[in-house]
């Protein structure tokens, strides 16, 4: 299976399809990414809210796979909006994945309530830390449109990409919009509703007539949409199901009945951006 590349408007490219580690226990971190890695996975999707990034960098280390074919993403932590923070947290992050840069770094949540409200002074970090070679790109995350218009109108840095809560029950059209708008590509997590996809009737009639699974058709109507995916599993035979997506395509009127899912707000599973505010102890 061949993943296809998508281009950033900075010019770089990202792998469509990745692995996500959130929730995966720090200490079967390194064993999990390594059969991410023999799967065919080549993109990591990690956070310093995950406190999983060591593990990460021992399954890299020890994959002897060569830098340039891998795509490491991480995200800033709630605490460490302050620029100084952000710098430090930075490389740590670096120190703890075993690398000089990374190829993606995001402000994880916006906190519009917490850090009187600025989250613009944090973007102007990033692009910084950017213009440093710590990173190669910059992006975020849970940015709701009018969070992302701040950032682009006070700074005219266009962040690549804007990482969201996405999948068939929500699916946030309103910033899927915002984000084309602007030129940055969606990144869609929980892109399978963490598992959900499978307890739908409407889902399990499309895979049946494709000969897939839920999640697999779940996945595909995502990349049918142009979005960047990386479903977290912590079995062998899931990841490789997830990761067989490009040999079968959804037709018109499939893709419509999984959009026909759509909830709006009613489906959202994760914290909504405009009212998170959980900083870590
Ligand atoms: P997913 O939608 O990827 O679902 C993961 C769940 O589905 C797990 O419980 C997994 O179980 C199960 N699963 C995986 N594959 C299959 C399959 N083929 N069939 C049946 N069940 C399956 O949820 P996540 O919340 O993990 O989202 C993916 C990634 O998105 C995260 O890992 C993280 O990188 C990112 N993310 C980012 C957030 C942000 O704020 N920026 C917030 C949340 C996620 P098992 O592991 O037991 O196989």
């Known amino acids: 299976?061949?993943?296809?590349?998508?281009?950033?408007?900075?010019?770089?490219?990202?792998?469509?399809?990745?692995?996500?580690?959130?929730?995966?226990?720090?200490?079967?971190?390194?064993?999990?990414?390594?059969?991410?890695?023999e799967v065919g996975y080549r993109h990591i999707d990690t956070a310093q809210m995950y406190q999983n990034?060591?593990?990460v960098g021992t399954a890299i280390k020890d994959s002897g796979l060569d830098r340039g074919d891998l795509y490491i993403?991480?995200?800033?932590?709630?605490?460490?909006?302050?620029?100084?923070?952000?710098r430090r947290s930075l490389e740590k992050s670096l120190s703890r994945l075993g690398l000089d840069q990374v190829d993606l770094f995001l402000i994880h949540w916006p906190l519009p309530t917490q850090y009187d409200g600025d989250f613009v002074?944090?973007?102007?970090?990033?692009a910084a830390l950017q213009a440093e070679g710590r990173t190669r790109s910059i992006g975020v995350s849970n940015f709701q449109p009018d969070h992302l218009d701040e950032i682009v109108s006070k700074t005219g840095v266009v962040p690549v990409v804007n990482q969201v809560e996405v999948h068939p029950f929500f699916a946030n059209e309103a910033v899927r919009a915002a984000n084309a708008r602007h030129g940055v590509l969606t990144e869609a997590w929980s892109p399978i509703a963490q598992g959900k996809v499978h307890d739908d009737d409407v889902m399990g009639e499309i895979a049946a007539l494709v000969g897939r699974s839920p999640a697999q058709v779940a996945l595909r109507w995502h990349l049918q949409r142009g979005d960047i995916v990386f479903p977290k599993s912590m079995h062998r035979e899931r990841m490789q199901q997830?990761?067989?997506?490009?040999?079968?395509?959804?037709?018109?009127?499939?893709?419509?009945?999984v959009s026909a899912l759509d909830l709006g707000e009613a489906?959202?599973?994760?914290?909504n951006p405009d009212e998170f505010d959980w900083i870590p102890a």
């Open 1 to 37: 299976m061949t993943v296809p590349n998508l281009t950033l408007h900075d010019g770089t490219s990202i792998p469509q399809l990745g692995f996500g580690v959130f929730q995966v226990p720090p200490e079967e971190t390194a064993a999990t990414v390594r059969t991410a890695f």
């Open 53 to 55: 990034e060591e593990g």
């Open 73 to 86: 993403t991480t995200k800033l932590n709630n605490g460490f909006h302050r620029p100084d923070d952000a």
């Open 121 to 126: 002074s944090t973007w102007e970090t990033l």
């Open 242 to 257: 997830n990761f067989e997506l490009f040999d079968f395509e959804l037709s018109h009127e499939q893709m419509a009945s």
């Open 267 to 271: 489906g959202r599973m994760g914290p």
